[in-house]
């Protein structure tokens, strides 16, 4: 697990709120606080979807972050700064499954591969955090997700430092 303070707050917001940097992450839950506290649980309801659009979404038990954007923009946009947010995202299936084969291990092994986000205070972190279904005290996958993650950000232009 490693912090990643974000330079650039205003810059990684557009991205992460209006453009589709981060639309390839499932949402496990988001708390919002603005003039009141908003919180949503990512996980699918899926009796209110049609078999298609089920399709089109996926079937790994928690919505797109794609789906869940717009109306996560929604609760934050206008004239004054959120108070704070809290975003936990994870890595899908099929990028879990990329990433343990490029590194040597089952993808069963890894139960979870996550970015949380928080805003507060007018300062912004990404804190990568990883989930195996075994006990290890070798921290090489963690290591090896934390730079991955610090990869994806620095592939968006977004600066940040380890803290």
Known sequence: MVGLKIEDVKGFTSKLFVKEDFDLFLVKEVQIVTFNSFSIDGHIRKGYFSEEE???IGDEGFAPWKLLR???????KGKRLPGSFHI????????V?????????????IQGM????RYEDGALYCITGL???????????EDLWD?????????????????
């Open 54 to 56: 089920l399709e089109e």
């Open 70 to 76: 717009p109306v996560c923009f929604g609760l934050i």
């Open 88 to 95: 936990v995202l994870q890595l899908p299936a099929g990028q």
């Open 97 to 109: 499954e990329r990433f343990a084969s490029g590194n040597g291990v089952e993808a069963g092994q």
């Open 114 to 117: 996550y970015l949380n986000i």
């Open 131 to 141: 989930s195996l279904g075994f006990f290890t005290l070798d921290k090489t996958l």
């Open 147 to 163: 730079r991955s993650a610090e990869e994806f950000l620095r592939k968006r232009g977004i600066a940040c430092l380890r803290e």
